[in-house]
């Protein structure tokens, strides 16, 4: 058998690496920031370690790209990040930016996975989920133990199996509407939690952005996540259904940027996309028709969201190109 590496990298493999080494980069900026303020010592170890494992799939990620002859992404750097800026978040907010974040990894890692032939990068990415598994295991009980662990609602369920007995069971428009299922009631619970950490990281950002039209558009994204907070908690009131909730408000009073216009905007995006790719499983798991609109409507907002962000970006020279498929006619010479 053939050294596995003399099997060219195939499109969805350059992909996943060149994603993986963004993302990565972006979370060391940002722990090496956090382990530089918190206080808590228990949260200090488990940004410690998800550091330290950020920072060795960066150092596994620069040998691949070299031996395959591809360039090393920019990324994110040392110039990204001030790990001596004023203290901006509070301790809670890194176990919930935690939790959020390794979600976001399990997704991610796993629609890679299952386009990967190569074995060697079927077992970084392998390794990669379970190591998001752990992570969010362990920010789980962390928060558990703390007691700050925003809870999905506690209902109860009918107690014997039944069966669907007609199509208003997923399109009343105007009658009355069943009762919620325990899986629409997840993915609205989902949906409140990436709002609720995603507003705290743009608010937070638009409170020490120096350019007035990075912090609207901050702003703005802090707004249209309590606006849809507001509408899925009012969903569930209406249900009789408890609503999950923080105590905490997660930001100081700092503006003092930790974080360069770059990397803050290429993050406001990231939270937007992985918004919209959790909306997308919650239109594929919601039977009800009221829901799968209301859905559709935030993926709308959070898409435009997304667009305007990208020009700020591009007008910048902030966006780094994925890997582009080489079109063999520009290489002619005429």
């Known amino acids: 058998m053939g050294n596995i590496k003399d099997i060219p990298l195939i499109s969805s493999e350059i992909g996943g690496l060149w994603d993986s080494y963004m993302s990565d980069s972006m979370l060391v900026c940002m722990l090496k920031y956090f382990l530089n303020q918190v206080k808590d010592t228990e949260i200090s170890e488990i940004l410690q370690k998800t550091s330290d494992l950020t920072?060795?799939?960066?150092?596994?990620l620069t040998t691949i790209f070299n031996e395959e002859k591809?360039?090393?992404p920019n990324g994110y750097t040392d110039s990204d990040v001030k790990i001596d800026?004023?203290?901006?978040?509070?301790?809670?907010?890194?176990?919930?930016?935690l939790a959020f974040?390794?979600?976001?990894?399990?997704?991610?890692?796993?629609?890679?996975?299952?386009?990967?032939?190569?074995?060697?990068?079927?077992?970084?990415?392998?390794?990669?989920?379970?190591?998001?598994?752990?992570l969010y295991n362990k920010s789980a009980d962390l928060r558990l133990s703390k007691g700050i662990f925003i809870r999905a609602p506690r209902v109860e369920v009918?107690?014997?199996?039944?069966?669907?007995?007609?199509?208003?069971?997923?399109?009343?428009?105007?009658?009355?509407?069943?009762?919620?299922?325990?899986?629409?009631?997840t993915y609205i619970f989902g949906g409140i939690f990436t709002n609720i950490v995603g507003r705290a990281i743009l608010t937070g950002f638009g409170q020490v952005s120096k350019e007035k039209k990075n912090s609207e558009y901050y702003f703005e994204g802090k707004d249209i996540a309590s606006t849809q907070i507001?509408?899925?908690?009012?969903?569930?009131?209406?249900?009789?259904?408890?609503?999950?909730?923080?105590?905490?408000?997660?930001?100081?009073?700092?503006?003092?940027?930790?974080?360069?216009?770059k990397?803050?905007?290429?993050?406001?995006?990231?939270?937007?996309?992985?918004?919209?790719?959790?909306?997308?499983?919650?239109?594929?798991?919601?039977?009800?028709?009221?829901?799968?609109?209301?859905?559709?409507?935030?993926?709308?907002?959070?898409?435009?969201?997304?667009?305007?962000?990208?020009?700020?970006?591009?007008?910048?020279?902030?966006?780094?190109?994925?890997?582009?498929?080489?079109?063999?006619?520009?290489?002619?010479?005429?």
């Open 263 to 334: 990397l803050m905007l290429n993050h406001s995006i990231l939270l937007s996309l992985s918004g919209i790719s959790s909306l997308g499983m919650a239109i594929a798991g919601s039977m009800r028709s009221d829901l799968q609109t209301k859905y559709m409507k935030y993926v709308a907002e959070d898409m435009e969201f997304s667009k305007d962000g990208v020009n700020i970006l591009i007008d910048n020279g902030w966006l780094e190109q994925p890997p582009q498929a080489v079109k063999h006619e520009n290489l002619v010479w005429v």
């Open 230 to 261: 507001s509408e899925l908690t009012s969903m569930l009131t209406k249900e009789g259904i408890p609503i999950p909730s923080s105590s905490d408000s997660f930001v100081n009073d700092s503006t003092v940027s930790p974080f360069s216009e």
């Open 158 to 185: 009918t107690k014997e199996v039944q069966y669907v007995k007609s199509q208003s069971f997923f399109f009343d428009w105007f009658g009355e509407k069943r009762p919620m299922i325990a899986s629409e009631i």
């Open 101 to 134: 974040m390794s979600r976001v990894s399990m997704h991610n890692y796993t629609l890679t996975l299952n386009h990967i032939a190569r074995s060697d990068i079927r077992a970084f990415f392998t390794t990669r989920i379970y190591e998001s598994i752990d």
């Open 85 to 97: 800026a004023p203290r901006l978040f509070t301790d809670g907010f890194y176990l919930h930016y």
């Open 70 to 72: 591809l360039p090393v």
């Open 55 to 60: 920072t060795q799939h960066i150092q596994e």
